[in-house]
């Protein structure tokens, strides 16, 4: 059940509005034994201010009005009585040839590439493939149990590539890094040149340009840290390594249900055929000839 509206909260505007606005909400607070802040907030959600200027309803600051579901206003526009828009009609001035003989242009090409940046979301078209994709194309396995394959030997080359960067990282890599930085500035050269007149070698300062190292920095990294990260890097394609084994020994059982399903029911077929009799297949043609000479009659 919604809380009844307090009666201070309409006596506090009208207290304020009878002052022009110049009444301090301080002492409107102190004289209905209010907290200032929940004067403050009912000046804010009433509009005091839009009330006092006439303009309830046009202005878009604060919260909500009291009474209203809280959605926001529709903009008024420009201000009453504003003319920057007069004469205006919209498009371009009369006589404007900017856009003379500009049919749109066809745009891109069919197909074309022009957004392409990584290709992940690329659509491609059979047609469209290069000669080496078209020979790739009819050589590819789609069998799944294939695919799967083909991807368990690719991670178990990863797993061995990590392996052996941690042993060559354990073997013996550094831990310090020698980083030399070179910029290319102006020096000062004495060349020697000989004096046309005096005939006589001297030496003439001449100005070039080359590298000249500024800062050499030694970075140490812990080799522990290279080694720990190339670990975590193995751990997670041993884990994708063995998604990709339960992913094929979960096919494996897959095709092997369906084939012991597709057995029985060859076996059904044959025994609703008659082919096959549960007795063990004896004759039901009683033996007329048995006349008792096992007996020595």
Do not use: C
């Not at 307090?6 to 207290?15: N, T």
């Not at 959600?45 to 303009?55: A, H, I, Q, T, V």
């Not at 006589?200 to 990260?229: C, N, Q, R, Y």
């Amino acid at each position: 059940m919604a809380r009844e509206r307090s009666p201070e909260r309409d006596k506090a505007k009208l207290m304020w509005l009878e002052s022009g606005g110049t009444m301090k909400l301080k002492d409107i607070a102190a004289a209905l034994s209010v907290p200032e802040s929940r004067v403050r907030k009912w000046k804010s959600m009433d509009r005091w201010e839009d009330e006092l200027n006439g303009s309830a309803e046009g202005s878009l600051k604060g919260n909500a009005p009291n009474g209203t579901n809280g959605s926001v206003p529709k903009s008024r526009g420009a201000p009453k009585g504003n003319k920057n828009a007069a004469g205006n009609r919209g498009g371009a001035p009369p006589g404007n040839k900017n856009a003379v003989g500009n049919s749109g242009g066809p745009g891109g090409p069919y197909r074309n590439k022009k957004a392409l940046k990584t290709g992940m979301y690329e659509t491609i078209f059979l047609d469209a493939l290069e000669p080496d994709e078209q020979d790739m194309f009819n050589q590819i396995d789609t069998d799944p149990l294939a695919q799967l394959n083909e991807q368990l030997i690719m991670l178990s080359l990863q797993e061995r590539r990590h392996m052996k960067r941690v042993k060559l990282l354990e073997a013996g890599l550094t831990d310090e890094e020698r980083k030399t930085k070179q910029e290319l500035m102006q020096r000062k050269d004495k060349v020697p040149v000989t004096s046309p007149k005096t005939g006589k070698e001297i030496t003439v300062p001449l100005l070039t340009e080359g590298m000249k190292v500024t800062e050499i920095t030694t970075v140490v990294t812990s080799k522990l840290d290279k080694i720990l990260k190339q670990e975590e890097a193995l751990v997670k394609t041993r884990d994708k390594k063995l998604r990709v084994i339960n992913l094929i020994a979960s096919l494996q059982q897959e095709e092997e249900k369906l084939r012991i399903a597709r057995e029985r029911l060859e076996l059904d077929k044959y025994k609703a055929l008659g082919h096959g009799d549960e007795s063990g297949g004896g004759s039901d043609v009683d033996d007329d000839d048995d006349d008792g000479d096992d007996l020595d009659w």
